[in-house]
């Protein structure tokens, strides 16, 4: 089955870079895409970024400038790196499955995601 | 962006009451719009994509409708276990947007 968890260092302080890690099993990465969504606590969901199948990327405008996503497909392992952190970027992080289903249309949306990790930015 | 307004914010509903929830996305999405539910500390889950397909193992009682900018989720018959926030997402046009979301609780 489709599983997707991530991990990082719950802690980051003010201007420092975040790293997250996205492990994967039950896909893989050179089919499928993988995107990272964020929540700030009692907040709405954020759609970040995403890597596609084929490795390119697209970024959310807002944080372009400091968000990197990269992957191993060997180690099923996605990445997210994100400098400059405020504590606006306290939030829990997610990575989800991007699905693209062609059936009588054409349409993206998320299945499957991780739990979540909890990322709180403070000195 | 497009932008997704999604109301209402808040619903409080008795046992067995049916219930909607209503999404207008600034902008036609061609259905391209998706809703899950998430529970307290836990990650959202698809209820429904292409605005009225129900996911594998999503219980019946959930049903989504519309097109263009309007669209709805519908529970018929509001059960415990369907407490929770409920997100619509646009998947049209990057960068992909949710709703606020919708605070459903049980009366």
């Known amino acids: 089955q489709v599983q997707l968890k991530e991990s990082g260092p719950g802690l980051v302080q003010p201007s420092q870079t975040l790293s997250l890690t996205c492990s994967v099993s039950g896909l893989s990465l050179t089919s499928n895409s993988v995107s990272w969504i964020r929540q700030p606590p009692g907040k709405g969901l954020e759609w970040m970024g995403v890597?596609?199948?084929?490795?390119?990327?697209d970024y959310n405008s807002p944080i372009k400038s400091r968000l990197s996503i990269s992957r191993d497909t060997s180690k099923s392992q996605i990445f997210l790196k994100m400098n400059s952190l405020q504590t606006e970027d306290t939030a829990m992080y997610f990575c989800?499955?991007?699905?693209?289903?062609?059936?009588?249309?054409?349409?993206?949306?998320?299945?499957?995601w991780g739990p979540g990790t909890m990322v709180t930015v403070s000195s | 962006d497009i932008q997704m307004t999604q109301s209402p914010a808040s619903l409080s509903a008795s046992l067995g009451e049916t219930i909607s929830i209503e999404c207008r996305a600034s902008e036609d999405i061609y259905s391209n719009l998706a809703w899950y539910q998430q529970k307290s500390g836990k990650s959202p889950q698809l209820l429904i994509y292409a605005a009225n397909r129900l996911q594998d193992g999503v219980p019946s009682r959930f049903s989504g409708s519309g097109s263009g900018t309007q669209y709805s989720l519908r529970i018929s018959g509001m059960q415990p276990e369907d407490e929770g926030d409920y997100f619509c997402l646009q998947g049209s046009k990057f960068p992909y947007t949710f709703g606020a979301g919708t605070k459903l609780e049980l009366k």
């Open positions: 890597i596609w199948n084929n490795g390119g990327t």
């Open positions: 989800a499955r991007n699905y693209y289903s062609s059936y009588m249309g054409s349409y993206w949306y998320f299945d499957f």
